[in-house]
């Protein structure tokens, strides 16, 4: 595929949710992708549907976001970016640097499973209101000992990274800074009071998250239609009562 050709990203209209990872690695890129599913008609959620069709796809994906690049069909995140990553100067060159963002995204990955499990503890086919109990007592522990363990460990990641300029890998930006810039971003949304207690104990993270947003076509995103808002639809929910 030309790399002026367009990307075809396959994720649920309406919502971030995960598809943001790899949207904000396309943006940062500066390469043309079309957001399927936001488009109407045959050409939205049917197609995108279709891209998990075991009977159309040779390698169909369990679960959105997938991404097409010419015969290319990826799905998973980490997976996607592993391979935006490589393509677009978002990675290391070395085959160790590449295996280590890729860990990292895989750590990312994990703490955004349990941010979605805190408002869906019991089952992903009931809805909040029918779990709530069960939520708060997962919100609760949550708060307190899994995202300080999860941030304490990216803080430590940045920290010992002796390479210039407060990366995550090396010194130059990768798709795990653009990765961590979300997560702090999503969880500052689903949990304001829990991050606002700790926050001081992650400067450098921080610091990664601002210094993401000033970056001209990051910040040119966040300010377009393009960026869809945070919402009690996606993976970051902010429930007041679970943020106590």
């Known amino acids: 595929m030309h790399p002026s050709a367009p990307y075809q990203l396959y994720y649920w209209p309406g919502i971030q949710g995960r598809g943001e990872f790899v949207r904000l690695a396309l943006e940062e890129a500066g390469v043309p992708y079309v957001d399927v599913a936001r488009k109407r008609g045959e050409r939205g959620m049917p197609a995108m549907l279709a891209s998990l069709d075991g009977a159309r796809e040779t390698h169909p994906s369990f679960a959105p976001p997938v991404l097409r690049a010419g015969e290319l069909l990826i799905g998973q995140t980490a997976n996607i970016l ?13 085959q160790q640097g590449r295996l280590w963002a890729n860990q990292l995204q895989l750590t ?8 979605h499990d805190c408002h869906h503890p019991l089952s992903t086919n009931l809805y909040y209101e029918q779990q709530r109990p069960a939520a708060r007592t997962r919100a609760a ?3 307190a000992q899994r995202l300080p363990k999860y941030l304490d460990y990216f803080e430590g990641v940045l920290e010992r990274n002796r390479a210039r300029g407060n990366h995550a890998v090396g010194a130059r930006l990768s798709y795990v800074d653009l990765s961590l810039f979300q997560l702090v971003a999503g969880l500052r949304y ?3 009071n829990a991050m606002a207690r700790q926050q001081a104990g992650w400067p450098r993270l921080l610091a990664l998250h601002g210094s993401v947003a000033q970056r001209p076509r990051i910040a040119a995103y966040l300010q377009s239609a393009r960026r869809l808002p945070f919402n009690e639809e996606g993976i970051f929910r902010h429930y007041p009562e679970l943020d106590r």
């Open 82 to 94: 592993l391979f935006l990553g490589a393509r677009h100067g978002l990675a290391p060159r070395a």
């Open 190 to 192: 689903a949990f304001p």
């Open 108 to 115: 990312i990955a994990d703490i955004v499973d349990e941010v």
């Open 141 to 143: 522990d949550f708060t």
